[in-house]
């Protein structure tokens, strides 16, 4: 049995340029994969959330998140565990993010949906499919661009293939 899909009505970008916004989500991409957690912490506000939940726990109205930082101070102290005390296999990741679409606006900010998926490959192994899923993340307009307020990774599976090292 195939499974229904329930679109997001797509909005107007309102007063953000759409070109803008997808170079924000391909530098989220390449600063992760590139292992610049310093370069990523920069694309969030201060006041920024972020979570990766299954979603199978966001179709039960479940708050249980895989990864949950309610700031972006809490984003850098993740990342410099992750540097500076974590151990795990070297790994080298590509992210794809597509899709990317509008379905709300208010004052300065629009709320995006957008499809990703993360390729992992370990040392010796070929690459896998560790993650796929969708976005929906609050970009807003600061001074100097823009930047994510809250960014929520909802992945498909209700298990990743492997550790969530560092956010998807």
Not at 79 to 94: G, I, W
Not at 108 to 115: G, K, P, R
Not at 123 to 152: C, H, I, M, W
């Amino acid at each position: 049995m195939r499974a229904t899909v329930t679109l997001r009505r797509r909005v107007p970008w309102g007063d953000i340029d759409a070109s803008t916004v997808r170079d924000l989500y391909d530098d989220h991409a390449a600063l992760l994969d590139a292992g610049d957690f310093d370069g990523w912490l920069e694309l969030f506000t201060e006041d920024a959330t972020y979570s990766a939940i299954a979603r199978e726990n966001v179709e039960r109205g479940l708050d249980l998140a895989t990864m949950r930082c309610d700031s972006r101070a809490m984003l850098a102290d993740r990342l410099d565990a992750v540097v500076n005390t974590q151990f795990f296999a070297r790994r080298m990741t590509r992210r794809f993010v597509g899709a990317i679409r509008p379905v709300a606006t208010a004052q300065d900010s629009v709320t995006i949906a957008a499809s990703f998926v993360v390729i992992e490959a370990l040392v010796d192994e070929p690459p896998f499919v560790a993650a796929s899923g969708a976005y929906d993340d609050e970009v807003v307009r600061v001074a100097d661009g823009l930047r994510f307020r809250r960014k929520t990774a909802v992945y498909d599976s209700p298990l990743l293939t492997t550790s969530l090292i560092v956010p998807l």
